[in-house]
C-alpha cells in the first residue's frame, strides 16, 4: 500500500473508530506498522522539482539557520545563493555552510537590493522591526518571501505589505510553523471532517514555561514592547492565528486583560544583585539564576554565538553574563511584557474563544480544549483525545516532535512548492488571513491598555 493509499484509508476509517479506545499510537507509529515511515502529512499537491528554487537569506540568526537548513537537507529542492546578516560571525558560518563567495555575501539587507534580481525568493529572518523595509523591497524587486512572523510591528506596515504583495502579486508566506505541526493539522483535519459537529467555543491556552519567559522576554530580545512588539504579537500571533484557522472564520471582537505582575523591581528580593555574578546573596536559591540557566545548565545558548572551542566555553560564557542582558537580574530589567494575559474573542460567526497567555508555569506545550455540538476534544500539543457526545467513545492521537512541534521544515516545504508552482494555495495561509490574525494581536493589546471591546476590520 502506498502512503497515500494510506492517508486516504486513515480518513474513511477515522470515523469508525480505527484506532482503539485509548489507543496509545500516534499515526506515524500507525503508519510504521505498514511499513511507511515516510511523512503521513505528504501533500499530493507536491511536485518533483526539477531545479531548486534559489533564495536569498537576509539575517542569518537563530530562524533564519533553521529555515536555510532545509537546503542543506534537500539541496535537490532548495538552495541559498546569497546571505545578508551584519552580524561577521554568522554571515561567515552561513557562508561556509552554503558555499557562498564573498560577491554574494552582504552586509546588510539593503545591499541585496542594489542589485537586480538574481534570485527567485528571499527569506526574511531579521528582527521584529526589521520585516517591513525588507519586505517591501524585495515586493517591488519581483522576489516571493517568507516572512517571519510578526509581519510587522504595526498595524499599518501589515497593511502596507498586504498592499505590495497584492500589486506586486507575488507570493508571501508568513512563518505561522504552528500550522505545520502535525498535532494543528490533524485537529484541523478532523473539525472541517465535522467530527465534533459545529464548534461551540474554544479555549487555548500557551503555556510559556517560566524559564523561557526570563531569558526572551524579561532579559532577551523581546524584553520591551516599545523597542520590538508587544508580547501578543511577539509570542502569541501564532496562537491568534491558530484560532481563527480552527474557527474557520474572522473574529469580530477582541477582549484583554493582562498585566507584568512579577518580573518588577518590587518583587526583587533582598540581597539581590545587578548581575547574577556580581555576588548576589540569593542566586543559589533563584529560579532564575543566569549561572544556573546558561552557566551550570548550559541551556538557551544560541544567543551567544559560541565559539567552535568548547574548552573555552566557560570563561567565554562567564563573559557574556558579565557584559550581555542575559546576565542582569530579572528584577532589575527595562522590560515591560505581561506575563500573563487572557484575551477573549467573538468570531463573527458566534463562536467565542478564550486564549491564556501564561510565563508563570512549569511546561511548554500549547493546552486546547475544543466544544462542539457533536464531541469535544482536549489536547497537549503531544497528543488529544476526541469524545463523541453519542456514543461516549474516545479516539486518541500522540506524536512525538520537536520544540516546534515539527513545523519548520514542513512550512518551508510548502513554500517551497508553492514559489515552484507558483501557487499561492499551496501555502497554509494567504497574506490576507495572516495580517487579520494579527490586526487581533493588535486589537487585544489596544483592549489591554485602554480597557476596551475592540472591533476587527481588515
Ligand atoms: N516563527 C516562530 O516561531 C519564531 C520564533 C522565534 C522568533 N521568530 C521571529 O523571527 C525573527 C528573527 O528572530 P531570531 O530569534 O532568529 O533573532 P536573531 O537575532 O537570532 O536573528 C536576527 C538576525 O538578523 C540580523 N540582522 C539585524 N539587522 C540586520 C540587517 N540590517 N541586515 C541583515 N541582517 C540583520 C541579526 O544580526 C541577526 O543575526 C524575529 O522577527 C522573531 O520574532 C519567529
Known amino acids: 500500500m502506498s502512503l497515500r493509499q494510506f492517508i486516504s484509508l486513515r480518513k474513511i476509517l477515522r470515523p469508525f473508530h480505527f484506532i482503539k479506545d485509548s489507543a496509545t499510537l500516534g499515526w506515524n507509529e500507525v503508519a510504521g506498522l505498514f511499513g511507511l515511515n515516510d511523512d503521513v502529512f505528504h501533500n499530493p499537491a507536491h511536485k518533483k522539482i526539477a531545479k531548486p528554487v534559489t533564495v536569498v537569506l537576509i539575517g542569518a540568526g537563530h530562524r533564519g539557520t533553521i529555515y536555510a537548513d532545509y537546503a542543506r537537507l534537500f539541496p535537490g529542492e532548495m538552495q541559498v545563493v546569497a ?29 541585496v537590493f542594489t542589485r537586480e534580481k538574481f534570485a527567485d525568493a528571499v527569506i526574511i529572518a531579521t528582527p521584529d522591526f526589521l520585516h517591513t523595509q525588507p519586505c517591501l ?67 487555548h491556552m500557551e503555556p510559556i514555561e517560566h524559564i523561557h519567559m526570563s531569558h526572551s522576554y524579561v532579559r532577551g530580545k523581546w524584553k520591551n514592547s516599545l523597542k520590538t512588539a508587544p508580547i501578543i504579537l511577539a509570542k502569541s500571533s501564532h496562537d491568534t492565528d491558530i484560532i481563527r484557522w480552527l ?11 493582562g498585566n507584568l505582575r512579577w518580573f518588577t523591581n518590587a518583587n526583587a528580593p533582598e540581597g539581590c544583585t545587578d ?16 549561572l544556573q540557566i546558561y552557566y551550570r545548565d548550559r541551556k538557551r545558548l544560541y544567543v551567544f554565538d559560541l565559539p567552535d572551542q568548547k574548552h573555552t566555553w566557560d ?8 557584559t550581555t542582558d542575559y546576565g542582569r537580574c530579572v528584577y532589575k530589567m527595562d522590560n515591560d511584557q505581561p506575563d500573563h494575559l487572557t484575551v477573549n474573542m467573538l468570531f463573527e460567526n458566534g463562536v467565542t474563544a478564550g486564549f491564556s497567555m501564561e510565563a508563570h508555569v512549569s511546561y511548554e506545550g500549547r493546552r486546547t480544549r475544543i466544544m462542539g455540538s457533536k464531541g469535544d476534544i482536549t489536547g497537549d500539543m503531544e497528543s488529544f483525545v476526541m469524545t463523541s457526545f453519542k456514543s461516549r467513545k474516545q479516539t486518541s492521537w500522540s ?52 480597557r476596551t471591546i475592540e472591533d476587527i476590520k481588515l
Do not use: M
Open 83 to 111: 546571505v545578508a546578516e551584519i552580524n561577521a560571525e554568522r554571515r561567515k558560518r552561513t557562508a561556509r555552510t552554503h558555499k557562498l563567495d564573498d560577491t554574494v555575501c552582504f552586509k546588510n539587507w539593503e545591499e
Open 137 to 203: 523591497a524585495a515586493l517591488e524587486k519581483g522576489y516571493d518571501v517568507l516572512l517571519e512572523k510578526p509581519i510587522a510591528t504595526t498595524e499599518e506596515e501589515c497593511r502596507l505589505i498586504l498592499q505590495k504583495a497584492k500589486q506586486t502579486n507575488r507570493i508571501v508566506g508568513v512563518c505561522h510553523v504552528l500550522r505545520y505541526t502535525p498535532y494543528f493539522r490533524e485537529l484541523k483535519e478532523i473539525i472541517d471532517a465535522g467530527l465534533i459537529g459545529d464548534i461551540i467555543s474554544i479555549h
Open 247 to 257: 474557527v474557520n472564520n474572522p473574529v469580530h471582537d477582541v477582549h484583554c486583560f
Open 275 to 290: 548581575r547574577c555574578t556580581g555576588g548576589c546573596k540569593v542566586e543559589q536559591t533563584c529560579p532564575y539564576s543566569a
Open 315 to 322: 570563561q567565554y560564557i562567564l563573559e557574556q553574563l558579565e
Open 399 to 450: 506524536l512525538k516532535t520537536d520544540a516546534h512541534g515539527g513545523g519548520d521544515h514542513r512550512l518551508v516545504r510548502d513554500w517551497v512548492q508553492a514559489i515552484y508552482q507558483q501557487e499561492p494555495g499551496l501555502l497554509s495561509s494567504s497574506i490576507d488571513v495572516s495580517v487579520e490574525s494579527h490586526l487581533v494581536a493588535f486589537a487585544a493589546e489596544r483592549s489591554r491598555l485602554k
